[in-house]
């Protein structure tokens, strides 16, 4: 059996059921995210810093004060994201138990990964700047488009886009939830495949407002340019299994991170699998660590029998410091 996917892995807390941490990905940036947490506890004030410093910009001010469009640009909204996610953990680890498995949303899971020890946070931080910029400069805007596909099944959303695609791009890219799914590609390709899926009986679909068609073939330029930056990069063996997007298997070396990084560049984000995976391993309790509450609402979605705690700024964190000491 392959080692990244053997399973399962020594508990790091067997006493109590096992815990997941996730992490969101593009789309969970708001203006002020991390602002109160880095005011009261020092250690997320270093964590903005130590980015601050690993991007040679103020990144903490975009994050607290805005302006929104500036923060909402890819190269800066991904960096950004994975720092407020890392400044809320480090507030957060040593107060609850450890987790058996980690997992991240896309971007997300490079933040799974300093989560794990898999690599450095000043480097990982410098290594999403790089990968937005290089996703932003893949596609010339306008010529990719992603939509929600909601309400339609798996299978008849891969025959939808397999009918839009007429000898463009058109592929499932997050299969979110049994309720959600996006598509990505071409544009004109993307809106046949948004039609077809209303007429096919798709609860609802909605072209999405976003800078790029992320994770179909569209974005090979950028995953040659991040698999250079990737190789790299000094790994470790990751501490927690990693439930990777492109498989949904667990990730237990550093050779298999940095490869399934790689590959999710152009690759489907296997949301659902990985939380199916996790559950099927046990977790009953997931943590999404980051801004917003994105991957709760998906959990919901997904077994609602699962608790679903997040730890975004204080007052989220004292809810869920709570649930943990009662």
Avoid at 82 to 97: C, Q
Avoid at 99 to 112: D, K, M, Q
Avoid at 136 to 162: S, T, Y
Avoid at 214 to 231: S, W
């Amino acid at each position: 059996m392959n080692e990244s996917t053997t399973v399962p892995i020594p508990s790091p807390n067997t006493a109590t059921a096992r815990i997941a941490f996730i992490f969101p990905g593009q789309g969970s940036q708001t203006v002020g995210m991390g602002k109160d947490l880095s005011e009261k506890y020092p250690i997320a004030r270093q964590t903005f810093e130590e980015a601050d410093e690993a991007l040679g910009y103020k990144l903490s001010q975009i994050c607290f004060e805005g302006p929104e469009e500036q923060l909402r640009l890819t190269e800066i909204t991904q960096p950004a994201i994975l720092t407020a996610s890392i400044a809320a953990l480090r507030v957060l680890e040593t107060r609850i138990p450890r987790p058996n498995f980690v997992a991240g949303h896309s971007l997300g899971e490079y933040s799974a990964h300093v989560a794990s020890g898999t690599f450095a946070f000043a480097d990982a931080v410098r290594t999403v700047r790089k990968r937005g910029h290089y996703m932003q400069e893949a596609v010339p805007v306008g010529v990719g488009a992603m939509a929600a596909i909601l309400g339609m099944e798996l299978e008849k959303v891969v025959a939808v886009c397999q009918d839009a695609a007429q000898g463009e791009v058109c592929s499932p890219a997050n299969i979110n939830s049994p309720e959600q799914i996006v598509i990505s590609g071409n544009t004109a390709a993307v809106e046949r495949g948004a039609k077809l899926a209303d007429e096919r009986g798709a609860k609802r679909t909605k072209l999405l407002p976003v800078s790029a068609p992320f994770h179909c073939l569209l974005m090979k330029p950028a995953q040659d340019r991040l698999e250079e930056d990737l190789n790299k990069l000094k790994t470790h063996k990751p501490v927690y299994p990693v439930a990777c997007n492109v498989e949904a298997v667990l990730v237990t070396d550093e050779l298999r991170s940095r490869e399934t990084l790689i590959a999710q560049v152009t690759g489907a984000v296997k949301w659902e699998q990985c939380m199916r995976l996790l559950i099927g391993e046990g977790v009953q309790t997931f943590v999404e660590i980051g801004p917003g509450k994105v991957l709760c609402g998906l959990m919901r979605q997904i077994d609602r029998s699962k608790t679903c705690l997040n730890v975004g700024d204080d007052a989220s964190l004292a809810k869920t410091l709570e649930h943990f000491n009662a």
